[in-house]
Structures are given as structure tokens and as C-alpha cells.
């Protein structure tokens, strides 16, 4: 089994930032995709981010040239570095890990999850 807490939530204002942690422990594998996903009020759980292989990554389109994503492997942590917060960020943001090492954005072919960690951003 894997497990993954997520960390560095908060609130903070639009134009912010923030950088969220997911740290994995137990059957840990470096080849694992990892991603991020968030869950608004009342919205469905949507993809995010998602890093695989040797570090390629993958973003929705809402967040491109805002977030990033990163993995260090020797950590076992996978990262989203977020810039330029909008109140629609607002959600909980959940770390997501699939034992399929490529390309993934389909929250139901993610294996192991995360609690989840809340983001509000004030306007």
C-alpha cells in the first residue's frame, strides 16, 4: 500500500501564492505517475497536474503558466507550486498516485489518494 499526506494549504489572497507538499511513505515506486486534483464547492473532482516518467508533466489548461508541478523522488514528495491564485482555485486540493507511468488525467485510473488539503483564495 501507498500512502500520501498533502501539506501547505491555507488561505491566502488573489494574486498569492502557495506551495503544496504530498509526501508518500509505505510501497513507494519512483516510476508511479503522481497528479493533483482539486474538488470545488459543489463541482466534481478535476484534474490539475500531473508529472510521470523522467519528469515530464501535464497541466489543465486553467492553470498553465500559473502551477507547477514537481517530484523529488529521493524524498518520496511530489509538489504544486502555485502562482497567481484566483478565487476560482478555490478547493481542496487532493495528491493522487497511478501505478500507470504515463499520461493519466482520469481521476478513476488513480490508485491511491490523499485526504486532501483545503485552498481558499480571498478576492
Known amino acids: 500500500q501507498l500512502q500520501l499526506v498533502e501539506s501547505g494549504g491555507g488561505l491566502v489572497q488573489a494574486g498569492g501564492s502557495l506551495r503544496l507538499s504530498c509526501a508518500a511513505s509505505?510501497?513507494?515506486?519512483?516510476?508511479?505517475?503522481l497528479a493533483w486534483f482539486r474538488q470545488g464547492p459543489g463541482k466534481e473532482r478535476e484534474f490539475v497536474a500531473t508529472i510521470w516518467g523522467g519528469g515530464r508533466t501535464y497541466y489543465t489548461d486553467s492553470v498553465k503558466g500559473r502551477f507547477t508541478i514537481s517530484r523529488d523522488n529521493a524524498e518520496n514528495t511530489v509538489y504544486l507550486q502555485m502562482f497567481s491564485l484566483k478565487p476560482e482555485d478555490t478547493a481542496a486540493y487532493y495528491c493522487?498516485?497511478?501505478?500507470?507511468?504515463?499520461?493519466?488525467?482520469?481521476?478513476?485510473?488513480?490508485?491511491?489518494w490523499g485526504q486532501g488539503t483545503q485552498v481558499t483564495v480571498s478576492s
Open positions: 493522487a498516485a497511478s501505478r500507470y507511468s504515463g499520461l493519466n488525467t482520469f481521476r478513476h485510473l488513480y490508485d491511491y
Open positions: 509505505g510501497r513507494t515506486d519512483s516510476s508511479y505517475a
